[in-house]
């Protein structure tokens, strides 16, 4: 997995490319500590171009959004599509994230 | 599950293998060998068995398309993934390599990887194009199909060989504590050695799948309590994405299957 940040005042936009599995455990340590440091209340994970998230990508996000809660600011999932939104549906995400389209 | 009879190889190919390694290893496994690439001729249900040399070979995607049907590693354990010297003997690898050719021999697709290479080169998505290969599957059914495989395969790696823990709880010190556990058992051929298999059985209306490791087992857990952790969600979304899933051998075995 790799991924670009676009920092603003109010929010930051991270797109996501490639695969989120348990390998991109240090490259997701990395961008919590990232987020965690940025100004934006919003931090937006843009998974439009992520191919593929398994069972521990999922669990990284979660760990992504109650880091993000510790630190006050909001974890958003944007835009995923094929694979990547039906693990999200399929793992009932939404219920605890806020997923949007 | 097995075949009700062995199913013949046509030919046993090297791909990455020292010169002179693979006329012994197929004389060994009684195989025809075939010389390396392109794949020898064969007809549409032909079967050849590949021994990948190494971490290398077995990311090759033209070693993943028909007729090649089984992929068996064929390194020493003490060097997963990686190529065997010029200067080696195949006498130290033929035991194992023809233990797990006969096991090829029971089902329609077999591979068996280090777990060094399993995971380097997402065996679940090779597996997955060598089945798409053979029956038409829509995109969703593949997604499904390659999520709850690599699941399989990742708990195989993870927990089964690498024997590293979950995550525990939802904070940055559980994904530390993984990544270091990770990292250490991964450089320790002990550990990164051990095999990952996956043998597939295809029928007209349903594909069966078998994932086993060479861990300690595990018997499953009713979940513990109401602390959320990042980590234990494979094996429930592999129920939720198989039509049917047995654990065997004292969890070194799973067994999925898929409804076509």
Known sequence: ?101 | MATAAPLPFDALQGAGLPAGWVRILADGCHIRPAPPVPAPASGPDGRVLVLLGGEEDAADSTLWAPPYAAWVEATSPATPGRHPDDSASPAGVLPAVTAAVARAGHAHLFASLSTATANAVHLAGRVMAAVSARRSLTDAQRDDMELALHEAISNAVVHGNLQVAGMKGLNVDALDRFSHDLARRMADPAFAGRRVEVSCWLEPDALTVDVTDEGSGFEPAPKAGATPDASGRGLDLITLLAQSVELLDHGRRIRMRFTL
């Open chain 1, 1 to 101: 997995m790799d991924y670009a940040i676009e920092a603003k005042d109010h929010e930051s936009i991270v797109r996501l490319r490639g695969r989120l599995t348990f390998n991109d455990h240090a490259k997701l340590r990395t961008l919590i500590t990232e987020m965690q440091g940025s100004k934006g209340k919003r931090q937006i994970l843009d998974l439009g171009n992520l191919e593929f998230v398994d069972s521990a990508g999922i669990g990284m996000l979660l760990i992504a959004h109650e880091e993000m809660g510790n630190a006050d600011k909001q974890l958003v999932l944007r835009g995923a599509a094929g694979q990547v939104k039906r693990v999200l549906s399929v793992a009932q995400l939404g219920k605890i994230v806020t997923v949007e389209d």
